[in-house]
């Protein structure tokens, strides 16, 4: 397992008490240890290529990136951002070991819509992989699109990997892609039997 597993909270259960939701879903940025990006706000994004929001060509299914931004970050917090910037109107479900890890304003939704614990202080819930079907239900109901990331090898695959690969360039995390991208148009329900199928038509 890697040693960025994300970790549950230290309080039990992975929903909050009736009643709390209205005062603890506000965002003060003093009650977190990592701060959501300037350039990845909602009021602040930029698309891919650096066009504002009230540029007629934006694009908000993408997201621009300043130079060294990331500089510093992790392996796996880049990889987190080289595929949000390409799902950027999606909430990402990046998994990390048994859970699925939800970062930045994708957290802030899921926090308010899902009710979930924040992961210590920062800006991040987890759904565990046995609350998956549920939670992503519950946001593409809400008409939330859902970008499913998931791990493509283990720990001993990636260990074998960077024995092998002579590339200066490979990628020393787990590596991960997305697995599926989940709308109304697209989602299906197997465990719910009274589930009516959407159709979606391609011209």
């Not at 819509?113 to 202080?121: D, V």
């Not at 800006?123 to 593409?140: A, M, N, P, Q």
């Not at 008409?143 to 720990?155: F, H, L, P, R, S």
């Not at 039997?193 to 959407?198: D, G, I, S």
Request: charged share 35%; net charge neutral; hydrophobic share 30%.
């Amino acid at each position: 397992m890697e040693t960025e597993e994300v970790k549950r909270s230290p309080e039990k259960g992975a929903k909050r008490s009736p009643g709390k939701e209205s005062a603890e879903s506000k965002i003060e940025s003093s009650d977190f240890e990592e701060k959501i990006p300037e350039w990845a706000t909602k009021e602040n994004a930029r698309d891919a290529k650096g066009r504002s929001q009230d540029d007629p060509n934006y694009d908000p299914h993408t997201l621009w990136i300043p130079p060294k931004a990331l500089d510093g970050c992790t392996p796996l917090v880049k990889k987190y951002w080289e595929i949000k910037s390409q799902h950027f109107d999606e909430i990402l479900l990046f998994q990390v070991g048994d859970f699925y890890r939800v970062s930045y304003e994708d957290a802030v939704i899921c926090h308010q819509e899902l009710n979930l614990n924040w992961l210590g202080n920062k800006v991040v819930v987890g759904v565990h992989w046995r609350s998956f079907d549920k939670c992503v239900e519950i946001l593409i109901l809400k008409g939330y699109k859902v970008c499913v990331v998931e791990q493509a090898e283990n720990y001993k695959g990636k260990k074998t990997r960077l024995k092998d690969t002579a590339n200066e360039n490979k990628e020393k995390t787990i590596k991960r892609d997305v697995s599926q991208v989940l709308s109304k148009g697209t989602f299906i329900d197997y465990n719910n039997p009274n589930y009516e199928p959407r159709y979606l038509l391609s011209l």
